[in-house]
């Protein structure tokens, strides 16, 4: 147990659920569903019940470091890994994984985002725990593989392979976010399964796959090997961090990889990406509406919406409305169709050419 480590990964902006997510406060942050617990925290909780609590690191951009102190006070300052810039998965998980080295040069590690929704905790926990094993005996990058209960287009697919190890399959393909047609068909073909984006491997095995595939990433971290898990750490961060490529771990390692394997899973996981994934599994009402957060709301000849308002004294009266998105916080209220949902991004970014930063 000792051995084992979790990268929790928290730097994201989360800009498909704004206004609710916004660049100063995003969604790993939040309480969608009313427990009391935030995304990131719900994750912490998760992983602390199968490792040492001090064997669990966040991986976040620097403007994040005070916020994740105040969720998560029970994590010292060493836990927290800050990246000066924003340069997509490869780099955090690089970073993650140099500076574990310098910890515990025999660590399994599971890589984890922090806004994602696990229904069967007890379910999850039993399989990241025989992946962990897994990657202990086996010099494995692992993945876990979902069965596709759609044809979903906002999600990578894993394509399995013949060749087996106990349970885990080995991945022939990678293909990111296809289009309806081609998730169709791979939803039909029972050989691929949705990316969950969570993995698994030993220390020495990521950084081989890195100085492989990806030795931009390598080479810059090599330069200060000593300066991890020291003071010096974060002044080397801070100076060479920002010259990493903007690269997905999928694409920079994943992809390219021969050593992939995937443990097909069944624990109700859940990507909270957008308005709508999170209108999938709210509850609903009689006209299959959706209503978070706010019990003083009043729906009429209105169906298969998503309501979420952060003010809970406020009175919400909606009529003649069908498949909308009705999101209020703070200064900003957003009334948008569900099926285009993908233009949030696009209202957002308008909103900052526009306004500044003062909405967004």
Request: proline letters at 4%; glycine letters at 6%; hydrophobic letters at 40%.
């Amino acid at each position: 147990m000792k051995n084992n480590y979790c990268v929790i990964m928290g730097g994201g902006i989360g800009s498909r659920f704004w206004p609710f997510s916004r660049e100063s406060y995003p969604k790993q942050f939040l309480d969608f569903f009313g427990n009391g617990r935030s995304l990131l925290q719900m994750t912490f909780d998760r992983f602390a019940k199968i490792m040492p609590k001090e064997n669990i690191y966040i991986v976040t951009n620097k403007i994040y470091g005070d916020l994740i102190k105040e969720q998560l006070p029970e994590i010292n300052d060493s836990q927290l890994l800050l990246e000066p810039s924003r340069r997509n998965t490869a780099p955090c998980i690089a970073y993650a994984a140099y500076h574990i080295k310098a910890c515990n040069p025999n660590a399994n590690i599971v890589v984890a985002p922090s806004d994602h929704l696990i229904l069967k905790e007890e379910v999850f926990l039993k399989d990241v725990k025989k992946g962990l094993e897994f990657v202990q005996k086996n010099k494995a990058l692992v993945t876990l593989g979902i069965n596709p209960s759609r044809p979903e287009t906002g999600y990578g697919y894993i394509q399995s392979g013949d060749k087996m190890i106990g349970e885990f399959t080995k991945v022939k393909t990678f293909t990111e976010k296809p289009n309806r047609e081609l998730a169709k068909v791979f939803q039909e073909s029972g050989e691929f399964f949705w990316n969950s984006g969570i993995f698994l491997w030993n220390v020495d095995t990521i950084l081989e796959a890195f100085n492989k595939f990806l030795p931009d990433i390598s080479m810059r971290f090599d330069l200060g090997k000593d300066k991890f898990n020291t003071a010096d750490e974060q002044e080397f961060i801070q100076e060479h961090f920002p010259y990493c490529p903007n690269i997905s771990i999928d694409y920079g390692v994943m992809e390219k990889a021969d050593n992939v394997y995937m443990l097909c899973v069944d624990f109700g996981w859940a990507d909270l990406g957008t308005w709508g994934s999170l209108f999938d599994l709210a509850k609903k009402d009689e006209n299959n509406n959706a209503v978070l957060k706010n019990d003083k709301t009043l729906l009429y000849d209105s169906h298969n919406n998503i309501v979420a308002l952060d003010n809970q004294d406020r009175l919400i009266v909606i009529q003649g409305l069908d498949n909308y998105i009705i999101a209020e916080s703070d200064n900003v209220l957003l009334i948008c169709k569900k099926k285009d949902e993908e233009r949030i991004k696009q209202f957002v970014a308008d909103v900052k050419l526009k306004y500044g930063n003062e909405f967004s």
